[in-house]
């Protein structure tokens, strides 16, 4: 079974609006950490934001936050405003504690995302 | 220099060539990663070095081999590929292993086994 399961294979979004990338995750662990990266067509992998398993808060940071919800096992990215540098593709990501496989970082299948002028 | 960096950016190699692929990491981390990135594939772990120890091996062949010397320096060796190892090959690195301790990755090598 997928532990990470992102949807959306591409999204469109209009310039300056707003969007919500869905990722649901699986897992039996209580303590374990969920991650968004993103990936232009560079190749490069950059990291977006956290949410811990634990953090009643939901994680913001600048336009991107994520809407975490533990009871669905949904960790949803939402990008306020999007510019047209956003085009890129999504990953959401999943690591478990330690005791069950703390080492491994699980990947998405990602979401492309572009935006239109 | 600062980040992760990769060396090369672009490889191609044939079938019986040996090659080897560098990351260098000036973070300060401790924990260091191979992922393999095919086309139409989600992102694949192949190895974890967690303060110069490898901690897992993701059923890689052989054909792969990594090296860590120390924790700001990963290697992947590689010898014997198939065309179907072409990918792009993402180094990174974290604090340590840990749930919590967000991954940072290096630009890549795209490699094409001819």
């Known amino acids: 079974a997928q532990k990470i399961t992102q949807t959306q294979p591409g999204m469109f979004v209009q310039e300056k609006e707003a969007v919500t990338l869905d990722c649901t995750y699986d897992?039996?662990?209580?303590?374990?950490?969920l991650f968004w990266y993103k990936q232009p067509s560079s190749g490069e992998m950059i990291f977006l934001i956290y949410?811990?398993?634990?953090?009643?808060q939901n994680a913001t940071e600048g336009r991107y936050s994520l809407n975490f919800q533990k009871a669905r096992k949904s960790a949803n990215l939402v990008i306020s405003a999007s510019q047209l540098g956003d085009s890129a593709m999504y990953f959401c990501a999943m690591r478990e504690g330690v005791n069950t496989g703390g080492f491994k970082t699980i990947f998405g299948a990602g979401t492309r995302l572009f935006v239109k002028a | 220099e600062t980040g992760v960096t990769q060396t090369p950016r672009h490889l191609v190699m044939g079938m019986t060539n040996k090659k080897s692929l560098k990351c260098e990491q000036h973070l300060g981390h401790n924990a260091m990663y191979w992922y393999k990135q095919s086309a139409k594939k989600p992102l694949e772990l192949m190895f974890v070095y967690n303060f110069k120890e490898q901690t897992e091996n993701n059923s890689v062949p052989s054909r792969f081999s990594p090296e860590c010397p120390n924790s700001s320096h990963l290697f992947l060796h590689l010898h014997t590929l198939q065309p179907e190892d072409s990918a792009l090959y993402l180094c990174?690195?974290?604090?340590?292993?840990?749930?919590?301790?967000?991954?940072?990755f290096g630009p890549g090598t795209r490699l094409t086994v001819l």
């Open positions: 990174a690195s974290s604090q340590t292993v840990v749930p919590y301790n967000e991954q940072f």
């Open positions: 949410q811990g398993s634990y953090d009643e």
């Open positions: 897992t039996s662990d209580q303590s374990y950490g």
